[in-house]
């Protein structure tokens, strides 16, 4: 059986929308009842959008303040994948463990590629990174016209 199978509604029905899925319904018996864990599948389109909104504003950026408390934490960033990791700390998409013997938590970002985060994640995580982005990296910019260049390279 394949590791996920991928179904689209055709009215009252759900049918699949590609080979393995459609193998894995056709083993099934007439009749057999197979459950399956709804999980919505995450858009390329809001992928590309979200890459290319940190590919635009990375290089005009030299660092970041990462921390959650009051005394800053520059993170220098280099690169849209530094800022990508630093979007993950300041959003709280990120595991915590509290280092023993002392008053520090670290901060392990978890993954959001499309295996790890679905659809209804995603519509979570990204309002809070355009609020980090705008709060952190361009304060001086209003959330309207960030949105405004976001649909502009969306379309």
């Keep these: 059986m394949a590791d996920r199978v991928y179904l689209a509604r055709a009215g009252d029905f759900l049918c699949s929308t590609d080979s393995d899925s459609l193998k894995l319904i056709r083993k099934l018996g007439d009749g057999e009842e197979v459950a399956f864990k709804p999980l919505r ?9 979200y890459w290319a909104l940190l590919s635009d504003i990375a290089p005009h950026l030299t ?16 690169s ?15 595991t915590t ?7 520090y938590v670290l901060r392990i970002p978890k ?25 952190r990296a361009l304060p001086q910019i209003n959330i309207p016209e960030l949105e405004e260049e976001l649909a502009r390279m969306a379309s």
């Design 41 to 49: 599948v995450r858009s390329l389109k809001w992928n590309k959008k």
């Design 63 to 78: 660092e970041i303040n990462i921390s959650l408390g009051e005394v800053p934490a520059m993170m220098p960033i280099t």
């Design 80 to 94: 849209k994948d530094d800022l990508h990791l630093a979007l993950k700390l300041i959003t709280g998409h990120c």
């Design 97 to 103: 463990q509290h280092i023993k013997g002392t008053p």
């Design 111 to 135: 993954s959001t590629d499309f295996e790890s985060m679905n659809a209804d994640e995603w519509a979570e995580f990204y309002p809070l990174v355009i609020t980090a982005i705008h709060e």
